[in-house]
């Protein structure tokens, strides 16, 4: 008997169970299978119609519709078409945080940018680009855009009178050819926990072709941020309105509405301050003159959180920070900060749902990594494993768990169950 298996582009959560703990998928010949992990010759990690589990590797075979290489990893099309609308780029004008970061950046920086050459790295309508020509008379800015709001941009820089100094460029980094170096490459390449999406590559390539020694990135470091925390209003919300609607009972519903709503990243989260169970941490920091495009296939976190309050523990939550070095020694450096004690973003930030919630008491310890790591065949995808403990009390007793999110293009997709359950540390490091 043999069956079919095919990638998939949508958002995957999945969890690893101990190797002694051997679930195994049911499926049928003709049935196409999602492999997660080859986990060894024999036996493949799998999912089928939202169930995960272990599958006979020889009762398998390529799909033939997945062995045409010709489709982008990149999925540039998708990509940059999003980038191309005026939905998008409304809402990134919009955010008034992040706008106004740069252009007090740009401001802040006027005199030592006077002469210089900027280079404005996914300029979309150009707004920094803009900034710079009109608040530092830098000597050129060239605004790169590889979508097609770049022949609106043109316009734009026209329309404002700053075509003497700005000019627009239409295409990818990796492809771009400028009239030299710059002295400072500015590009605003964050998406969901840092890194999702992965413009941060051209980027960094970007500077290695064309950024002169000793220049400038802005920002010229990130740090991504975690935190436990309580998420009870969008638990009950999801959970607790099976229990009676309309005097009825469907809590038959709760497992599927667990299912459904907590197995996945939530992208759009507001995090209120007061549901911070202990003080946030920077889990990975990146320096953007030192960062290598090899050192995004897999980045390692450490965090020990402090609980400073009794609560109920939810899942965890991830923002960002980027710092904007001054040009010149010893001036202050500038941050836009995308967490909950600051002005809210269009990012705010991403929720890691528990399967279920646990009691924390004041002064337990929540411990853990963090690793993300990316695809390697979907380019803009990676993967995020939270693996966990709790220090020992007669309410928790000696939890650990381990959860992995596989964070893709589509944020919409049904996704699998993330069970919670004890497990011993040597017993997870085979999946990392």
């Known amino acids: 008997m043999s069956m079919c298996v095919c990638l998939s582009l949508t958002p995957i959560l999945y969890v690893c169970l101990r190797p002694q703990m051997f679930v195994y998928l049911s499926f049928r010949a003709g049935d196409r299978l999602l492999v997660h992990t080859k986990t060894s010759a024999d036996w493949w990690w799998a999912e089928l119609g939202g169930l995960c589990g272990y599958v006979p590797s020889s009762y398998l075979k390529q799909d033939v519709e997945d062995k ?5 990893p990149w999925q540039d099309e998708e990509y940059f078409g999003s980038y191309g609308t005026l939905r998008l780029q409304l809402e990134m004008l919009s955010d008034r945080a992040r706008t106004e970061a ?23 309508t150009g707004v920094i680009s803009l900034f710079c020509a009109r608040l530092a008379q830098p000597k050129a800015v060239y605004a790169v855009e590889a979508s097609s709001i770049a022949e609106h941009t043109e316009t734009l820089v026209r329309q404002n009178g700053c075509e003497e100094v700005v000019t627009v460029f239409q295409g990818r980094a990796e492809e771009l050819e400028l009239p030299g170096r710059v002295d400072i490459l500015i590009s605003e390449w964050m998406g969901n926990c840092l890194l999702f999406e992965f413009m941060v590559e051209s980027v960094l390539q970007a500077r290695d072709r064309w950024l002169r020694e000793g220049g400038m990135m802005w920002p010229s470091g990130a740090s991504l941020c975690l935190v436990p925390c309580q998420a009870l209003d969008y638990y009950t919300e999801r959970m607790g309105f099976w229990e009676q609607p309309y005097g009825l009972d469907f809590t038959a519903l709760q497992s599927l509405a667990q299912s459904e709503f907590f197995s996945r990243p939530r992208f759009s989260h507001l995090l209120q301050p007061e549901d911070c169970l ?34 109920t523990f939810h899942g965890f939550t991830s923002w ?26 269009h990012w705010k930030q991403t929720l890691f749902m528990l399967d279920g919630p646990i009691s924390l008491l004041g002064g337990e310890t929540v411990s853990g990594i963090i690793l993300l790591h990316r695809n390697p065949v979907w380019r803009r995808h990676m993967t995020v494993t939270i693996q966990w403990s ?3 009390t007669e309410e928790t007793g000696n939890c650990k768990a381990s959860i992995l999110y596989l964070l893709g293009v589509n944020h919409n997709s049904h996704l699998p169950h993330v069970h919670l359950y004890p497990f011993q540390t040597e017993d997870v490091e085979c999946y990392l």
């Open 68 to 72: 045409d290489t010709s489709e982008d």
């Open 102 to 124: 740069y252009r007090q950046v740009i401001l802040a920086n006027s005199a030592p940018l006077r002469g210089k050459v900027v280079m404005d790295l996914g300029c979309g």
């Open 390 to 392: 709790i220090s020992s």
């Open 278 to 311: 202990a003080t946030p941490c920077d889990v990975i920091t990146l320096d953007m003159l030192t960062l290598h495009v090899t050192d995004l296939e897999k980045l390692r976190g450490q965090f020990t959180f402090i609980v400073e309050k009794a609560g």
């Open 320 to 345: 960002f920070r980027v710092q904007f070095q001054s040009l010149e020694r010893d001036k202050t450096t500038l941050e836009l900060d995308t967490g909950p004690y600051s002005e809210p973003t």
